[in-house]
């Protein structure tokens, strides 16, 4: 599957409260031997919003924007999912501390 991004807004803005998103994809997040269900949208400004969920019973672990507009990141107007799913894990892994904090 083949994601358009955006092509009007390039550069982060201060933003109150969340911007309007839609939802690209879902996908199995694996971790310490345990799954977790990760959704994942992206505004309006390219940026991917990550929902990590406890795959039992949907308990919300983690919510949280990687901050980085896939545009910049990908230098290109259309991403694969693989490509989504690979930044979003690696988005995932570095901030697993916060994450799986309890």
Do not use: W
Request: glycine residues 4%.
């Amino acid at each position: 599957m083949i994601y358009q991004l955006n092509d009007y807004k390039y550069e982060p803005t201060l933003i109150i409260g969340k911007p309007e998103c839609k939802k690209m994809l879902e996908y199995r997040f694996n971790y310490q031997g345990s799954a977790y269900l990760v959704e994942v949208e992206i505004d309006y400004q390219n940026v991917p919003l990550i929902y990590l969920f406890e795959l039992d019973d949907h308990t919300v672990k983690y919510v949280g924007d990687s901050g980085k507009n896939l545009y910049l990141v990908f230098n290109k107007m259309a991403i694969t999912e693989n490509e989504l799913i690979e930044h979003c894990t690696e988005y995932l892994m570095g901030i697993v501390d916060i994450a799986f904090k309890n």
